[in-house]
């Protein structure tokens, strides 16, 4: 079954794993890791000196509370965003958190990641 064929609840248990991984990665600052679910076109966007580069000059990219809420999915072409209601561990209140999934091949991959 197309990840554009299964219900919000089916996509949100697949990406959740995937935006802890992201979170994890990202407040440990750790390339490989961070990386590891990317499509080839984000892999090829996604050096790792410009991410190190990011988590040096953004302190929320690298204190994302592990606690996170899914507000939704939204389907469109052939990929599916996921929202995120995200907090900080050092600043004080509420972001939005965008993951963009796809297949790739026969596997999900991260086409978007983002934090607002």
């Given at each position: 079954?197309?990840?554009?064929?299964?219900?919000?609840?089916?996509?949100?248990?697949?990406?959740?794993?995937?935006?802890?991984?992201?979170?994890k990665?990202s407040?440990?600052?750790?390339?490989?890791?961070?990386?590891?679910?990317?499509?080839?076109?984000?892999?090829y966007?996604?050096?790792?000196?410009?991410?190190?580069?990011?988590?040096?000059?953004?302190?929320?990219?690298?204190?994302l509370?592990?606690?996170?809420?899914?507000?939704?999915?939204?389907k469109?072409g052939?990929?599916?965003?996921?929202?995120?209601?995200?907090?900080?561990?050092?600043?004080?209140?509420?972001?939005?958190?965008?993951?963009?999934l796809?297949?790739?091949?026969?596997?999900?991959?991260?086409?978007?990641?983002?934090?607002?």
């Amino acid at each position: 079954m197309s990840l554009l064929d299964k219900s919000d609840e089916e996509i949100i248990k697949i990406a959740e794993p995937i935006w802890a991984n992201l979170v994890k990665s990202s407040n440990i600052k750790d390339y490989g890791s961070f990386t590891k679910d990317f499509s080839s076109q984000m892999l090829y966007g996604a050096n790792e000196v410009e991410l190190g580069k990011q988590w040096a000059s953004n302190e929320l990219i690298s204190s994302l509370s592990e606690d996170c809420q899914a507000l939704g999915c939204l389907k469109r072409g052939q990929h599916v965003t996921i929202l995120y209601k995200q907090t900080s561990t050092k600043i004080t209140g509420h972001f939005l958190g965008r993951l963009v999934l796809g297949e790739e091949g026969d596997q999900i991959k991260v086409f978007g990641a983002t934090i607002f």
